[in-house]
């Protein structure tokens, strides 16, 4: 779920940030009564996400403006679609053309890998999740998108659950010490996640008795070794060097999750363009 007080906040701050304080070829061009029909279309296939989003952008710029969603949020679009038709003031229409197209591409790009991911593991038990790999500010949205694309949200922020990694555990002193600390001082239901490098400290992760157990640049060999040593005593995360050409093997190994940072830091854009219909 996305809160419209932050996607106004963040709209807000693109919106400035783009036009500062004045749109010098749209403002000097055209007068406030000239209107136009424009449409959004798909220059590629994949999953779309933000629509509704970018709608607001519109709104937000300000002007007279509606739009005619004709493809929604998690549904396939086919390149050569036409996702959705505006109609209003010319000078909304170009104002907001580019925010709104970045946030929408970049949120369909997020969607459309997910899927990919989530179809590349189908028929296994892995979950596809995404990381705190994010850009800054634009959390929400990163997140959101992964669960239009069928994937699952990892922690949203540091809150949310007591992860050990390995600069933890390393500054600490060690697995063991680390999690008996944690446990005198969180409360009953915050879980505990450990990161592990070998098959030893996986055994000293289940000893300890933790919830959720991170696989960190394991080889397949080793992840099958970790799902038949843990035998459902914790949940599995595999993680690091996760590929289109690995994905499916790391999840053949049995292990429950596994996340992808590059879903978020270094997804492409999908690729969509706005036209302005030509006036007959």
Known sequence: MLQQVYIDRLITTALEE??????????????????????????????????????????????????????????????????????????????????????????????????????????????ITDTRKTLPGLRPIQKYAITVGGGRNHRYNLSDGAMLKDNHVDAFGGITPAVNALREKIGHMVKIEVEVRTLEELEEALAAGVEIIMLDNMSCEDMA?????????????????????????????????ISLGALTHSVKCFDISMRISEKK
């Open 18 to 127: 783009d036009i500062h304080y004045v749109d010098v070829t749209t403002d000097n061009l055209l007068d406030d009564a000239h209107t136009s029909e424009a449409y959004y279309l798909a220059k590629d296939s994949g999953v779309l996400c933000g629509i509704d989003i970018a709608k607001r952008v519109f709104e937000l710029v300000g002007g007279a403006f509606e739009m005619d969603i004709r493809i929604h949020d998690g549904e396939f679009v086919q390149k050569g679609d036409v996702i959705a038709v505006m109609t209003g003031s010319t000078k909304t229409l170009l104002k907001g053309e580019r925010t709104a197209l970045n946030l929408l591409q970049h949120m369909s790009g997020i969607a459309t890998a997910t899927r990919h991911c989530v179809d590349l593991v189908a028929g296994t038990k892995a979950k």
């Open 225 to 257: 070794k970790a799902v038949q040593m843990t035998d459902g005593r914790a949940m599995l995360e595999a993680s690091g060097n996760v590929t289109e050409e690995t994905i499916r093997s790391i999840a053949e190994t049995g292990v429950d999750i």
